[in-house]
Each structure stands twice: as C-alpha cells, then as structure tokens.
C-alpha cells in the first residue's frame, strides 16, 4: 500500500500524474489518499497530518509526502525505514513528528538514478524522484539500494507544549475544514466521568491528571471552562473544548465554526488551567 499526503489540491494533474507513475511501475500497488489539501509549503501542518494517519495504516505501507518547499534547490529527497513504515519525502522536516515517536529509523538520499525518471525536472521531483522511490519501495526494493545512507535528517523544533504546575501552554496545530481548532496539548485520556489524564505528545513531561469540570482553557481572548466528551453535551452553536480523536485539546462550536467565532491562526499560544 501507498498512502499519499500533499499540498497539490485536486484541481491540477500532479497527483494523478504521481500515481500514473507508481502503477506504471507496480501495477499491483494499492493508493490510497490521506490528504492532498495542506496548505501550500505548510511542512508543519503536513507533520501534523502525517503524525495523526499513519498508526491507522497496515503493517509495510510506504508513505508519499511531498509538501516541498524547496524543490529544485539543494535540499534533499530522502527515504525512511521507520518501525513497520517506510516513508518517502523531501529531507525538510516534514516526517519529524512521527520521527520523534518511531526513534528507530534508517534513512537514505534518493542518489540512485535508476529509480527515478529520466530527465529529472527541477520543479516536480513528485513525479521524477519520489513517486517511483514509492513504488519500487512498494515493490520489494531494498531502501538501501536507492541510494546512500543519510544520518540526522532535518529536524522541526517540536510543537509548543509546556507544563508549569497547574498550567500547560500549547499552541494552536490545525484548523479543520469544520473550523475546530485543534492545539498541541495531547495526548489526552478519559479515565472517569470528569477526569482526564495527559500524557505529553511533545517533551518530556510526566503525565498529569486533569479535572475536567473545572479546567479552564484561554485562546484568542475567551476563556472556556470544562471540558466536554461530545459535541452534543453543548448547545448548538455554544464554543466548547472538547478531546478530538487523535487526542488533542480541541476548541470548536457545536455545528458551527470556532475558528470564525475567535481571532486566531496557526502558532497561537493556548493555555490549559487545571486547578
């Protein structure tokens, strides 16, 4: 299986083109699409993507990442063996988040010329470099057979997360096409009716009971207080924070947008006050 994740968009050929590419060379190959709407040259919120989907996918899938920046310069495309995964991606930090949780990873340049194209371009290396690494991956090559080994791939600073007593700092990560909000503090656990434990996705923290009922949360100049197990614990359209599904503190409106409800944007600072 291929699971691929861009910022390409679906009104352009360039994610066909790629899986043109890898069934010419597997015709056998299973695709399958995570996302192709991160916003353009956003490496932080493809990690973010690529961290919360890849747990899902069968033992041996091969991830296709391409959100580059800054292809065509001297940046290099990589392939990663990583746990039970291999992922393919330009070496800019976009595989980072998953990196800091599957810590036991081999990684290779894609130097080798015979699984590439012929003719490399300089603007599309989804299509001449990294969608056959895909496929020939897929197939059964050997990583090390695409090139040499590459040690200390491009790191991004890890997510915003901190613990001070009884407040934990995060920042804002995603906004989803519903407008939740979803922010860097997680994991978070139900462990009873009105309690939660946090067990920090980012840093080195020990994990930290929450009392849900009394927490209080701020962002964008509101403060919330409690937090809710569902969406339909609020009235309609009330802002509430609630626990997504990957775990993460979420601020969102009951069928409605948080996102036009409060004045923020990627990298805000949120902050979680548990007593």
Not at 81 to 89: N, Q, S, T
Not at 201 to 217: D, Y
């Amino acid at each position: 299986m291929i699971a691929l994740l861009t910022d390409f968009g679906a009104a352009d050929i360039y994610v066909g083109v790629m899986k043109g590419v890898i069934l010419s060379i597997d015709p056998q190959a299973q695709i399958v699409d995570i996302t192709h709407s991160i916003q353009p040259q956003n490496v932080r919120q493809a990690a973010f993507a690529l961290l919360n989907s890849y747990r899902y996918f069968p033992e041996g899938t091969v991830f296709l990442v391409v959100v580059d920046p800054g292809v065509g310069t001297d940046r290099k495309p990589i392939a990663i063996h990583a746990g039970k995964y291999k992922f393919v991606a330009p070496d800019n930090g976009v595989l980072s988040y998953v990196l800091y949780e599957l810590r036991d990873a081999f990684a290779v340049e894609l130097s080798n010329p015979t699984y590439q194209l012929t003719g490399v371009s300089s603007t599309f290396h989804g299509r001449d470099i990294f969608a056959p690494a895909a496929a020939h991956l897929g197939k059964g090559v050997a990583l090390r057979a695409l090139g040499t080994p590459l040690l200390n791939p491009i790191a991004l600073p890890e997510p915003q997360l901190g613990i001070n007593g009884k407040r934990i700092t995060g920042e804002v990560m995603h906004i989803d096409h519903f407008g939740n909000i979803v922010t860097s503090i997680g994991s978070l656990r139900w462990v009873a009716p009105e309690r939660l434990t946090l067990n920090p996705r980012f840093g080195e923290f020990a994990t930290q009971p929450i009392p849900a009922a009394t927490a209080t949360v701020e962002l964008g100049g509101v403060t919330l207080t409690g937090i809710r197990h569902a969406f339909g614990e609020a009235e309609r359209g009330e802002l509430i924070t609630i626990v997504e599904s990957n775990g993460f503190l979420e601020i969102a409106v009951n069928q409605g947008s948080a996102v036009a409800r409060l004045d923020v944007t990627i990298g805000d600072r949120v902050e979680l006050q548990i007593g």
